[in-house]
T-cell receptor, first 115, second 117 residues
Framework: DTEVTQTPKHLVMGMTNKKSLKCEQH?????MYWYKQKAKKPPELMFV???????INESVPSRFSPECPNSSLLNLHLHALQPEDSALYLC??????????????FGPGTRLLVL | AQKVTQAQTEISVVEKEDVTLDCVYE???????LFWYKQPPSGELVFLIR??????QNEISGRYSWNFQKSTSSFNFTITASQVVDSAVYFC??????????????FGTGTQLKVEL
C-alpha cells in the first residue's frame, strides 16, 4: 500500500481565515513533506519532517505553519494567507533510511483558493 | 547545485504513436538517483520509476521504457503505443539526501503530453 491521503480536496478561504490541511500515511514512513505547486510549474518543496522533527524549512513565510503530531500525520496550518498563495498543496512521504534513494509517494493534493 | 532540464514543454501525439520524453540532468554527485513521476489532471504525482547512477541497464515496464545514458547525462522516457490515458504532465527529478533526514527532489519543468484519438 503506497497511499498518502490528504484532506480537504478543495479549500476556499478568505485572507483573514485560519484553516488547516491534513496529510496521513500508514506506510511506516518517517519522512514527510509539504510541497506547493502553482499551475504549469513543478512542485516546490516547503517543509521536510524527519522522525517528527522539522528537518527543512525552505524559507516559507510564517503564515504557513507545519506540524507533525505523530509519525503518520502531517498538518499545515494556514493563517492570513494572500491570494498568491492559491495553489495545489501536495504532501509526500518516504522511508528515512536511505537518503537520496528513497522514493517519495505523493497524496492527491489540496487545491487552495485564497480570496 | 543540481539541475534537471526537460526541454519539451508540450507534446501532442495521436493514439498508438510512440513518444519519447527527454530529461537531461546536472549533478556533481558520483552516486545519484533519478525519478520519473506522472501528474494527471487530478493532481496527484504518481511514481513511475527510480534509477540509480551505477546501473545503466535500460528498463521496460509494459508500454513504458527508460533509457539512462550516463555519458550524456540523460534519462529519457518512452511510451510505446500511446493511449489517451497517458495524457498528463510528466516530471523528471533528481534526488539528494538531506543532512537532517529525508531527501530533496529537484524537478524539471515538466512535459505536458496530450494523446488524441
Amino acid at each position: 500500500d503506497t497511499e498518502v491521503t490528504q484532506t480537504p480536496k478543495h479549500l476556499v478561504m478568505g485572507m483573514t481565515n485560519k484553516k488547516s490541511l491534513k496529510c496521513e500515511q500508514h506506510m511506516g514512513h518517517r519522512a514527510m513533506y509539504w510541497y506547493k505547486q502553482k499551475a504549469k510549474k513543478p512542485p516546490e518543496l516547503m517543509f521536510v519532517y524527519s522522525y517528527e522533527k522539522l528537518s527543512i524549512n525552505e524559507s516559507v513565510p510564517s503564515r504557513f505553519s507545519p506540524e507533525c503530531p505523530n509519525s503518520s500525520l502531517l498538518n499545515l496550518h494556514l493563517h492570513a494567507l494572500q491570494p498568491e498563495d492559491s495553489a495545489l498543496y501536495l504532501c509526500a512521504s518516504s522511508r528515512d533510511s536511505g537518503g537520496p534513494r528513497e522514493t517519495q509517494y505523493f497524496g492527491p493534493g489540496t487545491r487552495l483558493l485564497v480570496l | 547545485a543540481q539541475k534537471v532540464t526537460q526541454a519539451q514543454t508540450e507534446i501532442s501525439v495521436v493514439e498508438k504513436e510512440d513518444v519519447t520524453l527527454d530529461c537531461v540532468y546536472e549533478t556533481r554527485d558520483t552516486t545519484y538517483y533519478l525519478f520519473w513521476y506522472k501528474q494527471p489532471p487530478s493532481g496527484e504525482l504518481v511514481f513511475l520509476i527510480r534509477r540509480n547512477s551505477f546501473d545503466e541497464q535500460n528498463e521496460i515496464s509494459g508500454r513504458y521504457s527508460w533509457n539512462f545514458q550516463k555519458s550524456t547525462s540523460s534519462f529519457n522516457f518512452t511510451i510505446t503505443a500511446s493511449q489517451v490515458v497517458d495524457s498528463a504532465v510528466y516530471f523528471c527529478a533528481l534526488s539528494e539526501g538531506l543532512t537532517g533526514g529525508g531527501n530533496k527532489l529537484t524537478f524539471g519543468t515538466g512535459t505536458q503530453l496530450k494523446v488524441e484519438l
